[in-house]
């Protein structure tokens, strides 16, 4: 386009615009133009003027305000609890959002209401009971010693009777108490060296006969089944030995037959017409009967091959098979005459034979099987196969399986050990199996919480005793079944435990076999024993003696370390008495009876314990406990340590009833005794620091009761303190001889030496004469004198505090030197 061009469009759009009018066209000026801008501007921006400024101010600084304004609608004022809006279905995103903060918001608000609904119930419970002693308060008041203001109330003496010495209340409930009679029974043979009986059986019958619950017996039926094999000697791993033995998997696919002929045996009782049971009493006839009224209907038929004189084949060898009768499974395919293969493997099967010719036949079924019968719409014949070839392990034969049982015995009838796998085909093993209920399906398949005798029964069954009791003792319900449990196991040496009885309940070693655990039966018995050893002692101390064989991080015998334990927790006279007995009359340290004097097969005597328990209490600053033990021990020497340790925190107090001074006032009199004839035993510096403290209380007790002369006389006679300057030196090297007890008590005893000098000056100065107390040990009738002799006293006991090579309490020289000041 040229100029030319240009300039005519130009043209042609100024006509078009023209106004057809007979108005003449007006020209505005500038200021007219300004004006009627601004008139149009004020109209349009009536509202808004804010935004607009503040568009225009911050479009002036350079801001981007389209991107502004995106950011400010993402942002959210506040994060509220508001009710959420709806979101359409296709909105996932929303609607999972919605979801998620409604779930919270509920749970926010059902907190809140139980919250609420429990401080109310607090609230009326605390109000109900201040009633409720506020109105027996007031019944109380209203009837008072004389019965004649109330002659309508009729009082009625009832009589009562309480021993002297009461009983504690025993916490063990029946089944307990009946539990721990047949412990003391276990450990009374073998103290006596006579045949123990088996636990588990002992137990067993106890829950069959005794208990009033089937779930606890039929635990320790399987428990009694499972064990019922060659018992092992203690050097022998029984973890190791289980994942290795085939005796385990033959005991629990044999109960698992049992129990499943007693079902049947009962569901024929129940249709004996249908039954027609007849013939010998077997597992053929029986299990004949037991097909006839299953599939009495034709529809039951459906999907099954081949028959057996009106009978699907199939379900009669399988029904023999599941009650553990292989010779009526192979009696009834001979009796069809079809599978001759299948019979032939079965009776090698039946004999135990094993070579080239079962393995050919086996890989030939194997091949049939997987040709042919893989889709086969009989289950019953291809269970059959499954179970004979041990084959395809996956298969959940759903038809088949209407309990755990069934399920039970199927994996642990196609269950192959580990030199016996063929591994050219998936095959289940013995920790496979183990695997796959502990792990897999674990307590929430099984619905273990409610169900917990049934999760027992299961990992029982597949050899995991200590998962199970571990398992069953978490409730306070079954806890003492789990224990005994484990108790009978682990006599018989079928219980894994760990090396270290400081491991938890359940554990593992590095070279055990996935998925075995080891249960610390130590930690299980004393968690159990624990809550009732203060009130079932006796009995306490017999589950105790089960953990003889055990040994501590130090070597020392768990029992031994259980029983102090006990002891450090209430060594209280009775207590003492129950376990240690009575001390001899006629042979001092020497005790008779007790009930850990039953125990004389261990190692350990009561003395060693007594010992034990001291060393332990010793090293816990229970003193005075320990001081006890130690003389039923006979150890003097640390009993005489640490009663010096004692006696030197009480020696300078005033005699008080009850208090430890007086306490200890006992063990020095019966110290007294027995020195004499065990001062040998003793070390000669002990034996000198417990004659002083003894003769500083005996001073004590005469400053408090006012015997002056004779409480100084003992200071004197022993060279504790001067009697005056120039002795000095001679006391404080006397006192440096002697322990560091002595030491600790020498501020007390010379401020009461002090006291009793200043006591004596007082006197002194306020009698008219010149006697006093001191006449005999100054040697001098005159006052001056006497005065004279008790400052140079005072003078002395302060030059003695300064000289000795220990400091001082503050308190003790200001005393001292105010004292000795108002002397002068």
């Not at 619950?213 to 039926?221: G, T």
């Not at 009833?657 to 070390?683: C, F, N, Q, W, Y």
Request: charged share 25%.
């Amino acid at each position: 386009m040229d100029l030319v061009e240009l300039l005519q469009q130009a043209q042609r759009l100024t006509n078009e615009t023209k106004i057809d009018t007979e108005v003449p066209g007006v020209e505005r000026t500038m200021s007219q133009v300004l004006q009627a801008t601004q008139e149009f501007h004020s109209r349009v921006t009536q509202t808004g003027t804010n935004d607009l400024q503040a568009h225009i101010l911050l479009g002036s600084k350079g801001v981007d305000l389209p991107k502004l304004t995106q950011k400010l609608e993402t942002l959210s004022a506040r994060q509220s609890f508001e009710p959420l809006d709806p979101v359409t279905d296709t909105d996932v995103h929303g609607y999972l959002k919605n979801e998620r903060e409604n779930a919270i918001l509920s749970v926010i608000d059902e907190t809140n209401r139980s919250i609420f609904e429990s401080v109310e119930r607090q609230k009326w419970r605390c109000v109900y009971s201040e009633w409720g002693e506020e109105k027996e308060s007031l019944l109380n008041a209203l009837v008072g010693p004389n019965q004649q203001d109330f002659p309508d109330v009729q009082r009625q003496m009832v009589p009562t009777a309480m021993a002297d010495e009461p009983t504690p209340y025993s916490r063990l409930n029946v089944h307990q108490q009946l539990y721990a009679e047949q412990i003391t029974i276990y450990n009374e043979s073998h103290i006596q060296g006579i045949q123990r009986p088996n636990l588990v059986s002992t137990f067993a019958h106890l829950a069959r006969e005794f208990f009033d619950d089937d779930l606890v017996a039929e635990m320790w039926n399987v428990l009694e089944s499972m064990s019922a094999v060659t018992p092992l000697s203690r050097s022998i791993d029984p973890i190791k030995n289980r994942q290795t033995a085939p005796h385990f998997v033959h005991q629990a696919r044999t109960y698992l037959e049992g129990r499943y002929k007693t079902y049947m045996k009962q569901f024929i009782d129940t249709n004996l017409i249908l039954a027609r049971l007849g013939g010998i009493p077997n597992v053929y006839h029986l299990v004949r009967s037991y097909v006839a009224v299953t599939f009495q209907r034709p529809q039951s038929l459906y999907g099954l091959l081949d028959v057996n004189n009106g009978r699907p084949l199939w379900p009669l060898v399988y029904y023999s098979m599941r009650s553990g009768d292989m010779d009526a499974a192979a009696m009834y395919l001979k009796e069809s005459g079809t599978c001759p293969d299948l019979l032939k493997l079965m009776t090698l099967r039946k004999n135990g034979e094993a070579g080239t010719s079962m393995a050919k036949l086996e890989g030939q079924l194997k091949l049939e099987f997987n040709n042919k019968l893989h889709d086969c719409t009989d289950p019953y014949k291809k269970a059959v196969y499954v179970i004979l070839l041990a084959c395809d392990p996956h298969f959940t034969h759903v038809e088949l399986m209407r309990s755990i049982d069934d399920f039970l015995w199927m994996q642990l009838s196609i269950l192959r050990r580990q030199d016996q796998r063929d591994y050219n085909i998936e095959q289940l093993t013995y920790s496979g199996l183990q695997s796959l209920i502990l792990e897999k399906y674990g307590e929430n398949y099984f619905n273990a919480r409610e169900k917990a005798p049934l999760y027992f029964q299961v990992l029982a069954l597949t050899g995991q005793f200590e998962a199970a009791i571990e398992f069953l003792a978490r409730t306070e319900k079954n806890r003492a079944h789990a224990v005994h449990m484990a108790i009978a196991l682990n006599e018989i040496s079928m219980l894994g435990a760990p090396r270290s009885v400081k491991q938890p309940l359940l554990s593992s070693e590095p070279e055990d076999p996935t998925p075995m655990k080891r249960l610390n039966l130590v930690r299980l018995i004393v968690m159990y024993a624990k809550c009732f050893e203060q009130t079932d002692t006796k009995q306490a101390l017999q589950y105790y003696y089960l953990l003889r064989h055990f040994k501590s991080e130090d070597g020392t015998n768990a029992m031994l370390t259980c029983v102090c334990d006990m002891l450090v927790e209430n060594c209280s006279d009775p207590m003492l008495e129950l376990v240690f007995g009575v001390e001899d009359v006629e042979k001092s340290f020497r005790y008779t009876g007790g009930i850990f004097a039953e125990f004389h097969t261990l190692d350990c005597d009561k003395y060693s314990l007594a010992a034990m328990v001291g060393d332990e209490l010793s090293k816990r600053s229970n003193y005075e406990s320990a001081i006890k033990l130690y003389f039923i021990a006979g150890q003097l020497g640390k009993a005489l340590r640490l009663l010096c340790s004692l006696l030197v925190q009480v020696v300078h107090q005033p005699p008080q009833s009850e208090s430890m001074r007086e306490r200890l006032g006992v063990v020095i009199e019966r110290l007294d005794a027995a020195l004499p004839e065990r001062k040998t035993e003793v070390e000669m510096h002990v034996i000198l620091t417990y004659t002083v403290l003894t003769q500083v209380m005996e001073f004590f007790d005469l400053y408090h009761a006012g015997g002056s002369r004779l409480a100084l006389k003992i200071l004197a006679i022993n060279r504790l303190i001067p009697v005056s300057s120039s002795e000095v030196d001679e006391c404080v090297t006397n006192l440096k001889r002697m322990g560091p007890e002595i030491i600790k008590v020498l501020p007390d005893i010379l401020l009461a030496a002090m006291d009793i000098v200043y006591q004596g000056y007082v006197k002194l100065k306020g009698s008219s004469d010149t006697g006093s107390v001191f006449d005999d040990e100054t040697k001098s009738e005159n006052k001056e004198a006497a005065i004279r002799h008790l400052r140079d006293r005072a003078k002395a006991l302060t030059n003695m505090a300064a000289s000795v090579p220990y400091r001082m309490p503050s308190t003790t020289n200001q005393r001292l030197v105010q004292l000795e000041i108002l002397m002068h």
